[in-house]
């Protein structure tokens, strides 16, 4: 008899535990996070932009004035009706080139080949993903060294890939994190709620 009295003692000790631990799980006012770095990245210096009027159904969002990378302009989109390119620009310092491929798959395979041939400048790859490489390019001249970063990437959207890239001189590291977090919130608008 004393038993069964402690066997039905310990489950209803057991169900009260469980109870508790589902109500302070269900009421955690913390996010629950995944493991993709690319989720969970805070755009709060930055303002959504669709493409659609200038060709592109995507968004992409680009830093405004409270960046702290001189984008104090507003952000300007040049696009020439019909043609494969696009350049987006906040300031000064901040330039996004876009280009359509077309159905073209292998300008990422192509760009990591031509970027590991050349030897003009020292290179170094910071950043490799499937769609995007950050890399550091140094120049040795007499008296100094000059250290640029660089991004290019490669977005399929709407059955299009898209070359993303930025300034071919490039630039300093801070700059090349917003566009990184440019590149990555560029989608098709299609997909989105």
């Known amino acids: 008899m004393k038993s069964v009295s402690l066997i039905h003692h310990s489950m209803r000790t057991l169900q009260m535990c469980l109870m508790v631990l589902s109500v302070m799980i269900s ?5 629950i996070t995944t493991s993709d770095p690319r989720t969970g990245i805070d755009y709060y210096q930055f303002d ?22 001189g984008a104090s302009f507003e952000s300007e989109i040049i696009h020439d009706e019909g043609d ?10 901040f330039n996004i080139f876009i280009e359509d491929y077309g159905d073209y798959q292998y300008r990422m395979p192509e760009f990591i080949r031509k970027l590991e ?5 020292k290179t170094q790859i910071i950043e490799q993903k499937e769609d995007y490489v950050i890399y550091k390019r140094e120049l040795n001249l007499s008296s100094k060294v000059i250290s640029t970063y660089h991004l290019y990437g490669v977005k399929y959207i709407n059955g299009v890939y898209y070359e993303i890239r930025n300034n071919e001189k490039g630039d300093s590291k801070k700059v090349i994190d917003f566009i990184l977090k440019s590149f990555l919130s560029f989608k098709s608008i299609n997909t989105q709620m």
């Open 27 to 31: 009421c955690s006012e913390e996010p």
């Open 117 to 121: 041939a050349q030897d003009i400048f």
């Open 84 to 93: 494969f390119k696009w350049q987006i620009t906040a300031g000064r310092n």
């Open 48 to 69: 959504k932009h669709l493409l659609d009027l200038y060709g592109i159904e995507a968004s992409i969002m680009i830093p405004n004035e409270t960046a702290g990378i």
